[in-house]
């Protein structure tokens, strides 16, 4: 039942990179709510450094959409209003993706549910395939495919390459190449200094797979220094044959490339069979001590409401958040998007706290392995390095 207690407007804040798909959403619900939401992009590099301040001055927004790997943060400093209860009721909730239930579950209660979602997949250029005598329709199912097809790819020469990885982006590569290390069986970061961290086989494999495709000048030598401002373009550009991206480049291809020939799968791991998908996207929750967390509860309910799913996500062909929705009238005969949202269910997210200094900053110990093992090529030496550099945050 509607009361006028609804009509009062709400804040919310959006980081920047995930500002076009928070948008989509936001307008929607204003077209059929009383209760208008006035979003705000805020910098990605803010945005957590803002919440925090803006939760202990007492003038936090309303609502809150951010990369989800930062929730086991903001759910510890008691930043986030439980949704327990609510979200347990809700029968959308049941079919909600495994993966955004888990990194918004804190001591048994629910802070967040998924908001605008990615993964990352993996994708190949079909007419590089054809011009390389390998069948344009089968993708690489293993590493050691992705290695022997990459060779015969940048055989073609003319400036043609095989694979392409970002090899100066942290955040790129946790989201494009950890999967291939997880489908394999590893275990990559630690939730506290008694954890395991990056163990199994697949985290040597797959950096020993990325140094020989380096030592043999598969990938092209921008790549050492990419930051991550070619992780699209290289693949797009049309010269490179293999790489890992996420599911935003459908949409994107569809309106600036729509005659670019691809195809799309899962990461693959060291056997087929083994595949994984890093989970990433925004995850929606309420500051606490909000004034319209009454109407903030509506619009987390809203979120995982057909509508909101459907017309909100699935129309501008962003993944659903809901398995039970995955195979919709909007996705129907688009296999790139139907290989997308398999990813999203079979993906991954660690649950860790302080992923920032693991993983995200410069210096992390993550992008260090990774350049320290494929380009001076010290595998062994970058495993341990990094491992024992992890074990070292999660115990502080």
Avoid at 232 to 248: L, P
């Amino acid at each position: 039942m509607t009361t006028t207690v609804f009509a009062q407007n709400l804040s919310m804040w959006v980081r920047e990179s995930a500002a076009d798909p928070g948008k989509l959403m936001v307008d929607l619900w204003n077209q059929t709510h009383e209760a208008q939401i006035e979003l705000t992009a805020i910098p990605d590099n803010q945005l957590v450094t803002k919440l925090a301040t803006s939760v202990r001055a007492g003038d936090a927004p309303d609502l809150i959409s951010f990369d989800l790997i930062y929730m086991p943060d903001f759910m510890r400093a008691g930043f986030l209003a439980d949704l327990t209860e609510q979200l347990q009721a809700d029968p959308n909730y049941e079919t909600h993706i495994q993966a955004y239930k888990d990194i918004a579950t804190y001591e048994d209660r629910i802070y967040g549910v998924g908001f605008t979602p990615d993964v990352s997949i993996l994708v190949w250029n079909k007419e590089l395939f054809r011009q390389a005598g390998l069948d344009p329709e089968v993708p690489p199912k293993t590493i050691y495919e992705i290695h022997d097809m990459a060779t015969q790819i940048g055989a073609l020469g003319d400036d043609t390459y095989g694979f392409y990885f970002a090899g100066s982006c942290p955040g790129c590569n946790i989201f494009v190449t950890s999967p291939l290390m997880v489908a394999g069986g590893a275990h990559i970061l630690p939730r506290n200094g008694e954890d395991a961290a990056l163990e199994g086989d697949a985290i040597r494999e797959v950096l020993d797979q990325y140094r020989q495709m380096w030592e043999e000048g598969l990938i092209p030598e921008a790549a050492e220094v990419d930051a991550g401002e070619n992780f699209v373009s290289a693949f797009t550009a049309g010269n490179v044959g293999i790489a890992g991206t996420g599911g935003f480049l459908l949409s994107l291809m569809e309106r600036q490339f729509p005659d670019f020939d691809y195809g799309v799968t899962l990461l693959p791991g060291l056997e087929e069979g083994q595949v994984s998908g890093f989970v990433g996207g925004d995850v929606v929750a309420i500051p606490t001590g909000g004034a319209n967390e009454e109407v903030a509860r509506e619009f987390v309910t809203w979120v995982l409401s057909d509508e909101a799913q459907l017309e909100g996500l699935a129309k501008n062909s962003i993944l659903t958040t809901r398995t039970d929705l995955a195979d919709n009238e909007y996705f129907a005969g688009n296999e790139k998007v139907q290989a997308t949202a398999q990813a999203l269910e079979a993906g991954y997210v660690p649950w860790v706290f302080r992923f920032a200094d693991m993983v995200n900053s410069d210096s992390s110990p993550w992008i260090n392995m990774l350049q320290r093992a494929i380009f001076d090529g010290d595998v062994d030496g970058a495993i341990e390095e990094a491992r024992a550099r992890m074990l070292e945050i999660a115990s502080q």
